[in-house]
């Protein structure tokens, strides 16, 4: 049974950093892309930072560049997101999720599903 869990999610002040981390179990990460996702109160679901089997990444859109890193841990197989400088804009319940297809189908044009989801971990960056 496929399974991911996310760990890291915290309170934090503006400016802060976090480090949130997913831990996969029933597949290999390093089998498959994996993704972080992110929803905040009242808006929709934005991809964060996606990672595939090749260890290639692409931020969302909305994800000002440097900010975010993914990367992925193999010996531990787990997949994480660091990220930095935080501001009261990135509240919100962090997502990871993974999926079979290449990176290109399932976080840039997102034409496919993924095949499994995490429950989330909670993310409050005060001002």
């Known amino acids: 049974q496929l399974q991911v869990v996310e760990s890291g999610g915290d309170l934090v002040q503006s400016g802060g950093s976090l480090r949130l981390s997913c831990a996969a179990s029933?597949?290999?990460?390093?089998?498959?892309?994996v993704a972080w996702f992110r929803q905040a109160p009242g808006k929709e679901r934005e991809l964060v930072s996606c990672i595939d089997l090749y260890k290639s990444t692409v931020e969302g859109r909305g994800i000002v560049a440097g900010r975010f890193t993914i990367s992925r841990d193999d010996a531990k197989n787990t997949v994480n997101l660091e990220m930095n400088n935080l501001e009261p804009e990135d509240t919100a319940v962090y997502y990871c999720?993974?999926?079979?297809?290449?990176?290109?189908?399932?976080?840039?044009?997102?034409?496919?599903?993924?095949?499994?989801w995490g429950k989330g971990t909670l993310v409050i960056v005060s001002s």
């Open positions: 999720a993974a999926g079979r297809q290449n990176l290109f189908r399932l976080c840039i044009i997102q034409a496919d599903t993924m095949d499994v």
């Open positions: 029933g597949f290999t990460v390093a089998d498959y892309t």
